[in-house]
T-cell receptor, first 110, second 112 residues
Framework: EADIYQTPRYLVIGTGKKITLECSQT?????MYWYQQDPGMELHLIHY???????EKGDLSSESTVSRIRTEHFPLTLESARPSHTSQYLC?????????FGPGTRLTVL | GENVEQHPSTLSVQEGDSAVIKCTYS??????FPWYKQELGKRPQLIID?????GEKKDQRIAVTLNKTAKHFSLHITETQPEDSAVYFC???????????FGSGTRLQVQP
């Protein structure tokens, strides 16, 4: 089934750890995005990609990095997690117009 | 770049009443306007969208209207039900490479 997947769904880690949040989609979309969202609050765009080897920073400053080596895969990496990174991270992909969201990763940094 | 403002931030209605959420956008080149519903703990889901060559679109109890001249668009939910309770986001974008710009969200509570 064509969908967008994120792993892990929940993650609790200690300060200073390096983490990678995985996102993959099976819809063949070129455009992919990462959003940071506190529960029920605004969606903040932190990274986006328009295709393989294309990545850009979004509107919200973030200490994370992304890569796009394959069309279907768009991982987000935090080199050194801090409590301020505690939030939900939503991955999304977009075809011509319609944008689909993944189920999200809820990250807690202690 | 595009700026999208959404009002109200919270809305409480009685079951069976109508609910209206309004958004304004700044970039006259924007031509695609989706609405997303996000239930508690879930991902945002597209519920309806409209393109700039159409003034109104309906899908059962949900409708969206677009006024290109005034640069605003609205979501209308009729005969509201408790399961309509969620956070609703509007968005706007142009075609091609431009990312969606989201409004700040409206928390709708339908009282039984």
């Amino acid at each position: 089934e064509a969908d967008i997947y994120q792993t892990p769904r929940y993650l609790v880690i200690g300060t200073g750890k390096k983490i990678t949040l995985e996102c993959s989609q099976t819809m063949g979309h070129d455009k992919m995005y990462w959003y940071q969202q506190d529960p029920g609050m605004e969606l903040h765009l932190i990274h986006y990609s328009y295709g393989v080897n294309s990545t850009e920073k979004g509107d919200l400053s973030s200490e994370s990095t992304v890569s796009r080596i394959r069309t279907e895969h768009f991982p987000l990496t935090l080199e050194s997690a801090r409590p301020s990174h505690t939030s939900q991270y939503l991955c999304a992909s977009r075809g011509m117009d319609t944008q689909y969201f993944g189920p999200g990763t809820r990250l807690t940094v202690l | 770049g595009e700026n999208v403002e959404q009002h109200p931030s919270t809305l409480s209605v009685q079951e069976g009443d109508s609910a209206v959420i309004k958004c304004t956008y700044s970039d006259s080149a924007s031509n695609y306007f989706p609405w997303y519903k996000q239930e508690l703990g879930k991902r945002p889901q597209l519920i309806i969208d409209i393109r700039s060559n159409v003034g109104e679109k309906k899908d059962q109890r949900i409708a969206v209207t677009l006024n290109k001249t005034a640069k605003h668009f609205s979501l209308h939910i009729t005969e509201t039900q408790p399961e309509d309770s969620a956070v609703y986001f509007c968005a706007a974008s142009g075609t091609g490479r431009r990312a969606l710009t989201f409004g700040s969200g409206t928390r709708l509570q339908v009282q039984p």
